[in-house]
């Protein structure tokens, strides 16, 4: 291998364009993965409420939106820790170069289900408890009542997320109002409200995520 061959190679191999062609195929492999993962098998009796067991669902539908936010942040460089459902404590917490930035609480909720006041006081003394930026995720703000929260920055997708074989359990039952299933749309979508929230608060760690 002559050394102008070594170079010419090397710098292909690289170059700033070739890292972002490399971190797009990544992230659309993640992002595969990530949608294949709730493909979940459901029932095919619509007389029943839900598509799986109650508390399987929730555990479900409780999960997929943080899971959603983790990939769309650590696609942007930043380190993710998350509580799952049903554990005390914030549900996010986001890290850049070790110094934690954002705590966030994240509610994936259906326009029939609603958060009391004493559930919001809960998350309230949870988020307070850090001295960083402080953030509501949720699938509707009509879930709970924003003055709660007024202290708090809020991101609201604008419907509930779902697992594509749930969203079509639904879909057949004509209960799809303010639901969307994971797809790569929806990750994008869900991926330009926190692009736009980490700009407007000069927390954006310049890492772009392509899908």
Same mark, same amino acid.
């Given at each position: 291998? %002559?050394?102008?061959?070594?170079?010419?190679?090397?710098?292909?191999?690289?170059?700033?364009? =070739?890292?972002?062609?490399?971190?797009d195929i990544l992230n659309k492999n993640k992002a595969k993965i990530l949608i294949e993962k709730y493909k979940i098998p459901t029932t095919v009796n619509l007389n029943y409420s839900y598509p799986v067991k109650p508390r !399987?669902?929730?555990e479900y539908v409780g999960d997929i939106l943080p899971?959603?936010?983790?990939?769309?942040?650590?696609?942007?460089?930043? %380190?993710?820790?998350? =509580? !799952?459902?049903?554990? =005390?404590g914030v549900d996010l917490k986001t890290f850049h170069e070790n110094n934690l930035i954002m705590v966030g609480e994240i509610f994936n909720l259906w326009k029939h289900s609603h958060i009391n006041s004493l559930r919001a006081q809960g998350y309230i003394r949870n988020l307070c408890q850090y001295d960083c930026k402080r953030i509501i995720i949720c699938s509707l703000t009509e879930t709970f009542e924003s003055r709660w929260f007024r202290d708090l920055d809020i991101i609201s997708l604008g419907y509930q997320l779902l697992p594509e074989t749930f969203y079509r359990f639904f879909e057949k039952k004509g209960e799809t109002d303010d639901r969307k299933m994971l797809t790569s749309d929806t990750l994008q979508h869900i991926d330009s409200l926190i692009t736009e929230y980490l700009e407007n608060n000069n927390l954006l760690a310049y890492n772009y995520i392509h899908y």
């Open positions: 291998m %002559t050394f102008l061959y070594f170079y010419r190679h090397f710098s292909l191999s690289h170059s700033p364009l =070739n890292r972002i062609l490399e971190c !399987r669902y929730r899971d959603a936010v983790k990939f769309v942040l650590e696609g942007k460089g930043y %380190t993710v820790r998350l =509580n !799952r459902a049903f554990v =005390n």
